[in-house]
């Protein structure tokens, strides 16, 4: 290429490509003007409703369509409806308080109103629970179901739907690998030896990124055994036999190969998959494992709960709730609206968008539900002894969304499932990790 | 933008300008008493924009961390002041200096790691080869790619024991390598994953870097009998210094600041194998609520990084001098 | 300097090259024989480099788990545009980034030639401090800018994104913009000041004009970064009809189950733009792209 000819080239290049920035300088920037303006429909004139993507699109869909033909009583405002993303949620929703231009109504983390409500950012619930007593839906709980949500200045948050973590297991390896499905925990052990020969696993769970399965195993395993973090008090109370004999216990099984050495290292993907693909014989998982994973055989049941060696039976529950905020337009529409959202809510199982518990019995009857023979074992069997985050202890608090999401359990839970470890100290560097993070 | 054609203003800037591309810097003597006080109010309005801008999107953030970092409050409650208790706090953790020592060594394996793929394969693609611009654009990919798809990617290829890659060191009787759930293989990955990733970037300003390069010193040195080992380190890797100094100091800031690449992949886990500062700074604020701490450890962080491209600028400018 | 440079062979004898040892041999059958080495060399790499890269793609031409057809379909992508905004998402993407690149290029060239030619202590200062505001992780700046826009109407809005885009990547792009200027010498200006040019009037109509490389690498930077951020979207966006790609992504991750096959068909929509922007440019860069700019001559 001469000189010549390169500068020519380069010149109407350049001219081209100014041309074309000048053009997309100005009309992209006056579309995003517009676009902006659009958006900024959750003023002052309507109750912002936040909630999470806890199913596929269709639970959102139904569930703003809910919201939005939500007629108010005259002198009441009406609802929008907002999904946020679980990525960074707590950011998003922190961001957003303290800009005040946060919701007034949302669902959320399951320990998320605790730690606003700390902050002064909540607005109790007591008046919508008088509704529900009022509208019959009180008395429609499920046993224990509010309870937790109850504090010294009120109602926190009013529970929607139960996050069950409950064990699950495939018939057909039970049956290759010749043995009974456990009942407690020595079967369990057993039962794993005997899976382990046909290549099968006797306890999935994983700990990768972004996957609390297996922080969830390891207090689902502390409370099956009459354990917990905490006293019924609220005080932190990690080293407690209990405990201990859980976690000894846990190690037992990484030793025997009858935990996945990989499942330190697996997603909530590479997890289902161990389903999907029979390695998992036998493990805590949350509602909805057939269809999660792609398996509609019917060879992946629910179990029935197991007994830990001195006869203890338990399982894990998240209640995830609806709060309301302070910072909104109208407090009685808040709760108005709040109420009527939870007469609606049969909807959302009716139509089968659920992976989750309804907390109301008449749900639970509906014929969508109860259809599915694990959904009804579930109820029948495990809701009655599911235990919350905050066990020995009853009601909830902030504290939980630290032990949940945080580090020290993390990091106790990869301890344990690497293996290199005895069960005190792991449990010690746990409880001083607690220690340096929660508020006293 | 003026588009104005001044046709020989151009081709004497084209003529001025075409010897620079072997050449020294510019360095005009006197360039300040150019500088006249109608000079500086140009400059000024020049550089109105970027202050603005800076003092907005770096600047505000940067002082409210700063009130964050000595505080002990909530993302959305400032909190009590308690002076430098977070940092000594910081400092004084175990996890903090773990987490400092991988993300040393996360950041030179990154840098030095893609720097040495990105220049080898700018050496290659920089000679004829069938089809080289194709090459060219194609491994650009990984840089391209979202990295929430990737990292999935990279965990389907070796995430469990029946994925691709450990059944490959399988049926090679190499045992089944436990790429994630394994502390140290599960840091030589994260590391590799970057540098997968980064050296796209790298190839890019090296291969750019290159073709300013004058070749006919390559002639006059190879005339002198130098061998190729001999005119690759005295003459070529002088001549892309400054530019290597660059994407050195780029890199390690990229490095330094991932945040996705670690925590997508692993988590920080197993335990705390690949916990990076950020990471750790991230996990801190918003998993543990910790929002003093967390800023200090990111503010900590911030401090370190500057002083190491303080030092590498300063090699920079030494470049360009020489 | 392009010109030159771009006349030159590129055959240069460089390390780990086997073949000639000078241009214009590249013929001879040694050539010929180290050209195809190379080729078999870099092709070996590619594919090896690229295999996680095929994965995805393979995803989004497989039927997903409720199709009915086998083999390769490109059904994905039409669900993808069909059943979810992924359109809309793209126009989104596009107006962000573009408005990005052009606004960043617009503020860090003309600081990025004061950086360059202006060199008292507080030019240099400045510079200096570019750099360090910069450092600061963007995990840790999203609340408080947040805070920030909220105040000024600027979330869940394009715009607002934009502008911290703009910020994000001003720093970097006007370190890059002085480095470019640094090897223009400053005679051309001299001269263009003599023809009765202003200081304004030579940046623009002298500078710049000679300085595409440079101002198309900062583009690219800006592009790319832009292009895939979702840390601060995510924060930032709301509304599902003002999502950018990445955050359309974002939106095929339920609780604890994700949407993979729309991830990868999303994912592979996501990397066209940039591949196009990069064979479109390739020429550009084999004469200076960031590197050259950056180069020291």
Known sequence: MTIKSS??????????????????????????????????????????????????????????????????????????????????????FSSA???????????????????????????????????????????DFLPGVLEPFKSDKGYVAV????????????????????????????????????????????????????????????????????????????????????????????????????IDPAAVSYTTDNLNAQWKDSKAAFGPYVLGVPARVGDTSGDIVVASPIAGPHGDKAGLVFPNNIMMYTNTPSQASSEAFLVAYMGQLKQLWQQKLMNALPVFKSITELPEFSSDPNNVKIVKEWQPIAKTFAAQGNSLNANLAVLDGGQALNQFTQTVLTGKTDAKSALQAFQSGLQSVLKK | MALTTAQTGLSRARRGVAPGGSGKPAKPANRKSKLSSQTRKT???????????????????????????THNGSLIDTGEFVGLENFANVLASDAFWKAARFTLLFTIVGVFGSWLMGLGLALLLRTKIPAGGVFKVLLLLPWVVPIVVSSTAWNWLLGTPDSLIPSMFRNLGLGTPLFLADPTLAAITVMVFKVWISFPFMMMMTSAALASVDTTVYEAASMDGASRWQQFSQITLPLIARSTYISWILMTIFCVNDFPTIYLLTGGGPVDATTSLVVLAYRTVFQDFQTGPGVAIAFLMTITLVVVSVILYRQIRKSSVE | MSAVVHA????????????????????????????????????????????????????????????????????????????????????????????????????????????????????????????????????TSVVPLFILFAGMGLVDN?????????????????????????????????????????????????????????????????????????????????STEIFTLPMGVQSFFQQNQTDWTSVMALAVIMMLP????FAALNKYFSVGGIGGSLAGR
Request: a neutral charge; hydrophobic letters at 50%.
């Open chain 2, 43 to 69: 400059f000024f309005w020049l550089l109105l924009p970027s202050v603005v801008l800076l003092v907005l999107i770096h600047g505000y953030p940067l002082a409210y961390a700063g009130v964050q970092a």
């Open chain 3, 158 to 238: 394009l715009m607002g994104l934009t502008i911290i885009y703009v910020g994000s990547t001003m720093t970097v792009a006007t370190w890059m913009m002085a480095a470019y200027f640094d090897s223009i010498p400053i005679s051309l200006e001299e001269a263009s000041w003599i023809d009765g040019c202003s200081v304004f009037g030579s940046f623009t109509k002298v500078v710049l004009r000679n300085s595409l490389p440079g101002v198309l690498s900062t583009a690219i930077f800006a592009f790319l970064l832009a292009w895939n951020d979702y840390l601060v979207a995510i924060v930032f966006l709301r």
């Open chain 1, 7 to 92: 500068v020519t080239s380069t010149a109407f290049s350049r001219r081209g490509f100014l041309g074309f920035a000048a053009a997309a300088a100005s009309a992209p920037l006056l579309a995003a003007c517009g676009g902006g303006s659009a958006s900024q429909s959750g003023g002052s004139g309507v109750i912002k409703f936040w909630d999470m993507p806890w199913a596929t699109p269709a639970y959102n869909d139904a569930a703003k369509k809910i919201a939005e033909g939500y007629a108010p009583a005259s002198g009441n405002l009406k609802a929008s409806y907002q999904t946020i993303q679980w990525n960074n949620f707590y950011q998003t």
């Open chain 1, 159 to 258: 529970p929607w739907q139960l996050d069950m973590r409950v064990f699950w297991y495939r018939k057909s390896l039970f049956e290759k690998a010749g043995v009974d499905v456990p009942t407690d925990w020595a079967s369990l052990l057993e039962a794993g030896k005997k899976l382990k020969t046909i290549g099968a696993f006797g306890f999935a769970t994983g700990s990768g990124a972004g996957n609390n399965i297996g922080n969830h195993s390891m207090i689902m395993m502390m409370v099956n055994n009459g354990g917990g973090v905490f006293t019924p008090s609220g005080e932190l109370d990690v080293m407690n036999d209990r405990n201990v004999e859980a976690i000894e216990f846990l190690l037992e099984m990484v030793s025997n190969g009858i």
């Open chain 3, 274 to 277: 940039p591949i196009i922007v």
């Open chain 3, 8 to 139: 030159h062979p590129q055959s240069g004898p460089v390390l780990g090259v086997t073949g000639t040892g000078k241009p214009n041999r590249a013929l001879s059958d040694a050539g010929l024989r180290g050209r195809w080495w190379r080729f078999a060399l870099i092709l070996a790499i590619t594919a090896v480099v690229l295999v996680p890269i095929m994965v995805t793609v393979v995803l989004a031409v497989t039927p997903g788990p409720t199709s009915t057809s086998t083999g390769f379909t490109l059904e994905n992508f039409g669900s993808v545009f069909s059943q979810t905004l992924a359109s809309t998402w793209l126009q989104n993407s596009l107006i962000t980034t573009l408005s990005t690149v052009v606004v960043s290029v617009a503020v860090a060239a003309p600081a990025g030639y004061v950086l360059s030619r202006g060199r008292s202590k507080a030019v240099s200062g400045y510079s200096l401090l570019l750099f360090v505001m910069q450092s600061l992780p963007i995990i």
């Open chain 1, 97 to 139: 308080i303290a800009s005040k231009t946060g919701p007034a109504v949302s669902t959320g983390g399951g320990f998320q109103a605790f730690q606003f409500e700390q902050q002064g950012q909540i607005a109790y619930a007591d008046k919508v629970v008088e509704e529900l007593k009022k509208n019959g839906q009180f008395d």
